[in-house]
T-cell receptor, first 110, second 115 residues
């Protein structure tokens, strides 16, 4: 069973708008990662934030992590049609076990 | 550099038949994962290898699923016999473990349909 949940399950926005998706988990973690999945390229790693970090940026991506609330958010700024995909949070607890969340389906419309 | 290679990409079999999936991870990656992904859901871990040792297989239905990782490189996942509920995408991933900051690289997956 999955130990991460994401919301919203689905999100539809216009190109140029920002998209925010949230992830909650239940266990202690070493790091939290975000992945993107589309039919063309499969699952691709986007960004990793360590448990002792609170915020991280990579291009148009901004990730926050609140370990006290066991939650993370991914913000995509100035979205593009090419950002249309499913986004998954994933985290490592003990060892290298990588557990995924349920995913958010993002649709960016022109 | 070649990515994670999986074969076949698609497989259709009748229930009760056996099926096998193959994965070639990125060279030098010591950790290998097999995940199962149902439509509209996130990947669920079936088994994780550290080199040739299976270190996390609690989610693997051992009555019908088996896996091996030969010489700590390639891996095969087998289902025998397959059931209708096994229809899903089977994903292989690999990573090079360096502390806790391990990024996983995924193959394209094998889409299994059991009829």
């Amino acid at each position: 069973s999955q130990q991460g949940e994401e919301d919203p399950q689905a999100l539809s926005i216009q190109e140029g708008e920002n998209a925010t998706m949230n992830c909650s988990y239940k266990t202690s973690i070493n790091n939290l990662q975000w992945y993107r999945q589309n039919s063309g390229r499969g699952l691709v790693h986007l960004i990793l934030i360590r448990s002792n970090e609170r915020e991280k940026h990579s291009g148009r991506l901004r990730v926050t992590l609140d370990t006290s609330k066991k939650s993370s958010s991914l913000l995509i700024t100035a979205s593009r049609a090419a950002d249309t995909a499913s986004y998954f949070c994933a985290f490592t607890g003990g060892g290298n076990k990588l557990t995924f969340g349920t995913g958010t389906q993002l649709k960016v419309e022109l | 550099e070649a990515g994670v290679v999986q074969s076949p990409r698609y497989k259709i079999i009748e229930k009760k038949q056996p099926v096998a999936f193959w994965c070639n991870p990125i060279s030098g990656h010591n950790t290998l994962y097999w995940y199962r992904q149902n439509l509209g859901q996130g990947p669920e871990l079936l088994i994780r290898y550290e080199n040739e040792e299976a270190v996390d297989d609690s989610q693997l239905p051992k009555d019908r699923f088996s896996a091996e990782r030969l010489k700590g490189v390639d891996s095969t996942l087998k289902i025998q016999p397959a059931e209708l509920g096994d229809s899903a995408v089977y994903l292989c991933a690999s990573s090079y473990s360096r502390g806790w900051d391990t990024e996983a690289f995924f193959g394209q997956g094998t889409r299994l349909t059991v009829v």
